[in-house]
């Protein structure tokens, strides 16, 4: 079984930065994707980044520029780096882990998954 735990969330003012971590647990294969999704209250779950380790990454165009997804494989950890806060992207931030990668960013694909943390723009 895969276990996931996120880190990092917080309060940040606008245009200010966070950066989110996750660390995996268990058997993940070397060709899994690894994402980022975000839920704010009363909205849809949104998937926001994706890293696969052959180097193929996907953002969504709301965090392109802002936000830089990485992984290191050797710690089975993935971070999302997020620059230029805005008050917009106030929401609960989740990891998962799943066998494709491609955008739009399907939380379908994805079939382990972390219990979030907290992110707050204002």
């Known amino acids: 079984d895969v276990q996931l735990v996120e880190s990092g969330g917080g309060l940040a003012q606008p245009g200010g930065s966070l950066r989110l971590s996750c660390g995996a647990s268990g058997s993940i294969y070397g060709d899994a994707c690894m994402g980022w999704f975000r839920q704010a209250p009363g909205k849809d779950r949104e998937g926001i980044a994706a890293i696969k380790a052959t180097g193929a990454i996907f953002y969504t165009d709301s965090v392109k520029g802002r936000f830089t997804i990485s992984e290191d494989n050797a710690k089975n950890t993935v971070s999302l780096q997020m620059n230029d806060l805005k008050p917009e992207d106030t929401a609960m931030y989740f990891c998962?882990?799943?066998?494709?990668?491609?955008?739009?960013?399907?939380?379908?694909?994805?079939?382990?998954w972390g219990q979030g943390t907290q992110v707050t723009v204002s």
């Open positions: 998962a882990v799943g066998g494709t990668c491609n955008f739009p960013i399907d939380q379908r694909w994805f079939g382990y």
